[in-house]
């Protein structure tokens, strides 16, 4: 609290003093001679400006402000955990990098002989991939959850990275031999019912764990780099609700999957993945992914989130300001006598 002396011409002092020390870096002998002040003159002086609130000094632990948002993001959504990185600034290092070392290491302890674990894809997924190490976990099945973004099944760029990651685990893979994106339902439909995706599917409703990435409603990420969906679709698909995406399938601000947008897609579901024992989500930006990080912790599809400082915490402010809003749509929601409205269920595509 700032709480200044009554005397203003000794106020002025212990401001030009505090200045010369923390400003300007003198030390309290320099600052002595310049006012040609005794050095425990300064001393006091320096201290009196720190009792009186002229002077605050605060420390900053990196550590414990991540354990903080870490501990908050927890508890606000009820995770099982929240790992973090880049915790301490001046470190160096892409916050990507970082945060794929930690799915990596976070993976490398989860995983056991006998584990069925689906691996979807993303930027920060093929930076945990990088930093695995290699294992041998011969009764290990990896799972790709969704078919083929490119002509090459097997490229590490995109959908063929749970084959990546199988081979560095030493581990069986299962490929989903089909493509990821379709234009005709019935193209779809007939894919579905072939012998290797119905194997594929299969799998995949066994699951032990997923690895998922989660992508951002914007022109400028992989999806419309690489020429999948085009900014038009991603502007046109925001004003339809869209606020988030795991698996190319969209969810709203609340993390429901929006039925008529992820019709193309092949592979597993949203709703799927909802009951897998184990969602691990590795995310990190650019761009900014903080909205869709929070619309999939409302769809309660997360169970363990792992991404970097700033966007852990941009999450909880976009959480703090949304939730007068989210307050007001649960209550208008409700239906006569505060009961909850019923509501027509759609099934998942």
């Given amino acids: 609290m700032f709480n200044p002396p009554t005397a203003p011409d000794t106020l002025a002092l ?35 400006a720190r009792r009186a609130g002229i002077v605050e000094i605060r420390i900053l632990d990196p550590v414990q402000d991540a354990e903080s948002l870490a501990a908050a993001l927890t508890r606000r959504f009820g995770l099982r955990e929240v790992v973090l990185a880049g915790a301490a600034p001046g470190t160096g290092g892409d916050p990507r990098q970082q945060v794929g070392r930690l799915v990596a290491e976070y993976l490398q302890r989860l995983l056991r002989d006998g584990m069925t674990l689906g691996v979807s894809w993303g930027k920060t997924l093929r930076e945990m991939a990088l930093a695995l190490k290699p294992a041998h976990l011969a009764n ?22 749970a084959q990546e990651v199988g081979r560095i685990l030493g581990s ?8 990821a994106l379709v234009e005709d339902l019935e193209l779809r439909r007939r894919i579905l019912s072939t012998p290797e995706v119905r194997q594929a599917m299969e799998y995949l409703h066994r699951l032990d764990a997923a690895m998922v990435g989660i992508g951002a409603i914007s022109p400028h990420v992989p999806l419309v780099e690489r020429g999948y969906f ?21 969810f709203d601000a609340h993390g429901r999957p929006i039925p008529e947008l992820n019709r193309r897609v092949v592979g597993m579901s949203l709703s799927d ?3 897998v024992p184990l969602v691990i989500a590795g995310v990190s930006g650019p761009p900014d992914k903080s ?59």
């Fill in 172 to 179: 069986k893979t299962v490929q989903f031999l089909a493509p």
């Fill in 291 to 349: 909205e869709a990080i929070l619309a999939a912790l409302r769809g309660k599809v997360l169970h363990v989130l792992i991404t970097d400082t700033e966007t852990a915490r941009r999450v909880l402010e976009r959480a703090d300001e949304d939730e007068p809003a989210t307050r007001r749509a649960a209550r208008t929601s409700r239906g006569p006598h505060g009961r909850p409205a019923r509501k027509r269920t759609t099934r998942a595509q």
């Fill in 14 to 48: 212990m401001v030009r003093v505090s200045r010369m020390y923390y400003e300007q870096g003198l030390t309290q002998q320099q600052i002595a001679r310049a006012t040609r002040l005794s050095r425990p003159t300064i001393s006091r002086l320096l201290d009196r």
């Fill in 273 to 275: 993945l909802a009951r």
């Fill in 230 to 250: 085009t900014a038009a679709a991603m502007e046109r698909y925001r004003r339809l609700g869209a606020r988030g995406e795991m698996l190319l399938q969209f």
């Fill in 140 to 161: 290990l099945t990896v799972v790709q959850m969704m078919g083929s973004l490119t002509v090459l099944a097997d490229s590490v760029e995109t959908t063929g990275l």
